[in-house]
């Protein structure tokens, strides 16, 4: 989802620097995004480090002078377990990267976009923000943590030109689904309404309106994209 809404947006002239742990995928991505003729940074980011973020910020003020938008993507999951049976390292880990990793970038890009006039976020969250599903607490407690922290910061940065959404995405197909599933694409077609897993670009579509002024009177929302999972 990460890579497809950075391509998105530098096809859509938006000069994109991007963050991950892994230096060789990011700094492929960079490259491919300036080989098509758009404009990319890359910098090694681990978002559980708030130096990281905080760098990864001043890196796009630095070369460009300004923060418009931010999509925080980064999230991991480890294996599913009852919580008394989750290794801490996992707990700790899933809450440091999903949830506090959030709360970091945030920090610094709302004050970027003070700097520069204004700007919005948008967080990726889950279908597993807004219900609950068993073996996953601690997972489960970091993406209900990312719609609260969005919506309580974006009462924060209302009346000042900072707006701050959601996504939630259902199954989508991304090498992270395909380790759960091995690459079935079907397995869990029988829990969604519409009865197929989501596409990155579906993801992407939602996350470029919430950081366009198509959407500037919404804030502090949360946009299920999930193939009618929610509404169950």
């Given at each position: 989802?990460?890579r ?5 947006l530098?096809?859509?002239g938006a000069?994109v ?8 995928a990011g ?21 559980s480090r ?8 001043q ?5 460009y002078?300004?923060?418009d938008?931010?999509f925080n993507?980064a ?7 009852d919580?008394?049976e ?6 700790s ?5 999903n949830?506090?990793?959030v709360?970091?970038?945030m ?5 970027a976009m003070l700097?520069?006039g204004?700007?919005a ?7 597993f923000?807004l219900?609950?599903m068993?073996k996953?607490?601690y ?6 943590g990312?719609v ?6 974006a009462?924060?940065?209302a009346?000042r030109g900072?707006r701050i959404n959601?996504v ?10 395909d ?10 077609d029988?829990?969604?309404p519409?009865q197929r897993i989501?596409?990155?670009?579906e ?8 950081l ?8 502090g929302?949360t946009?299920s994209?999930?193939?009618?999972m929610?509404?169950?």
């Open positions: 989802m990460g497809d809404t950075c391509l998105a530098a096809r859509a000069r620097v991007l963050g991950n742990r892994t230096a060789s700094q492929a991505l960079a490259e491919d995004i300036v080989a098509a003729g758009g404009q990319a940074l890359f910098r090694s980011t681990d978002v708030a130096e990281d973020c905080e760098a990864l910020v890196l796009a003020m630095n070369h002078g300004r923060v938008g931010a993507n999230g991991l999951q480890r294996e599913f377990n919580l008394h989750t290794p801490v390292e996992d707990l880990e899933v809450i440091d990267i949830l506090k990793g709360l970091y970038m920090k610094y890009e709302a004050a700097r520069s204004g700007g976020i948008v967080n990726n969250a889950s279908i923000a219900k609950a068993p996953t607490a997972y489960v407690a970091a993406k209900h990312i609260g922290a969005t919506r309580a910061a009462l924060d940065y009346t900072i959601a939630c995405p259902g199954p989508i197909k991304t090498p992270s689904f380790r759960v599933t091995n690459g079935d694409e079907h397995l869990y029988d829990g969604v519409m989501g596409r990155p670009a993801v992407t579509a939602a996350v470029l309106w919430l366009s002024t198509q959407s500037s009177y919404v804030t929302a946009l994209v999930d193939g009618g929610s509404a169950e």
